[in-house]
């Protein structure tokens, strides 16, 4: 694999010099400054579960000095073994995280931590609160959640901002229904429903399983130029380079739909390209296969489909034969 993952080159830089409103949500983390390690003051089976925290914050604080998702998820995994984890530990262990809040990193050691209590437990269904983090617009005040994910979770309402929801999942479920920043990267397996908006990337390099955005992907909201300056711009994309799996929005999408993709299906129940859209609307940029479906309205393409198929309200429409 590449010294950087997919969602690690998310993370860490986007070319586009022309955003004002940063796409990367720990980009301004250049080194990782070090932070002295609280050791949480618990008692009990649920002390085990602290100490492994600390132990882990510990030792990525001393090991490493960049963003490495996958390093520190499977340290992650290796600090809890031979822990007994039930979801009740998770769920109380979830509340508990608020005391971390100033850690560097933290939007992102805990979604891990977390993702790795949920598979490390010997249960299979959870509930995750977020309404006790810190809320802000961005960066998203929990990262990577559900990162390759195999049970099933409810992540309850709240106005939380969210982002690398079910990132590399495996099988199992996820339902979220807060604003997600993006969901389902590399996701092999399972389903993901989101019951709101997402903001930027939809099942990047999708491989398998299901996702439905019973919402808009784009905020629904249009998007302006003025000069060379993009008014609250974000970079969309949903099923770029997916080789498989189906993705259904039941609201309206904006930016590339399908780019590079290779297989697999993408349903769209509103409209697609719509005018005032700041970036290139596409459909199907680049693709060597699959099937996109929009039931609305097609506004106009910025460039040509690749070899996919493309139907609009039921008739096919490219390629035009």
Not at 129 to 150: M, V, W
Not at 240 to 253: D, F, K, L, V
Not at 297 to 309: A, D, L, Q, T
Request: hydrophobic share 40%; glycine share 12%; with cysteine.
């Amino acid at each position: 694999m590449n010294s950087l993952t997919l969602a690690e080159k998310r993370i860490s830089s986007l070319p586009t010099p022309i955003l004002t409103r940063a796409d990367n949500p720990f980009k301004r983390y250049k080194g990782f400054e070090g932070h002295a390690v609280r050791r949480a003051k618990v008692t009990g089976s649920f002390a085990k579960i602290g100490e492994a925290w600390a132990n882990w914050t510990d030792s990525i604080n001393r090991r490493f000095n960049v963003v490495q998702i996958e390093k520190w998820y499977d340290s992650a995994v290796s600090v809890l073994e031979g822990i007994t984890i039930h979801s009740r530990d998770v769920e109380r262990f979830n509340l508990f995280l608020i005391a971390y809040q100033d850690y560097q990193y933290f939007q992102l050691l805990s979604g891990l931590f977390l993702s790795a209590l949920i598979n490390s437990s010997q249960d299979t269904n959870f509930t995750i609160e977020t309404k006790h983090f810190s809320q802000s617009d961005y960066p998203p005040a929990i990262y990577c959640l559900g990162y390759r994910n195999t049970k099933n979770i409810i992540i309850k309402e709240t106005a939380v901002f969210l982002g690398g929801i079910g990132d590399e999942m495996q099988s199992g479920t996820i339902e979220v229904s807060s604003t997600v920043h993006s969901v389902g990267m590399k996701m092999k397996g399972g389903k993901i429903v989101v019951n709101a908006n997402v903001l930027h990337y939809v099942a990047s390099e999708m491989e398998g399983g299901e996702v439905i955005i019973n919402g808009n992907v784009g905020g629904g909201k249009l998007l302006h130029v003025s000069g060379d300056i993009i008014d609250d711009g974000i970079v969309i994309f949903v099923g770029a380079g997916m080789t498989n799996g189906n993705i259904i929005i039941r609201g309206n999408a904006d930016g590339e739909i399908g780019y590079n993709m290779k297989d697999g299906g993408i349903r769209v129940v509103g409209n697609v390209c719509r005018e005032g859209y700041a970036f290139p609307s596409m459909i199907g940029s680049q693709a060597s296969g699959g099937v996109i479906h929009i039931d609305g309205n097609i506004g106009r393409f910025s460039s040509w489909p690749g070899e996919c198929k493309i139907y609009n309200k039921g008739k096919l429409i490219w390629p035009n034969l």
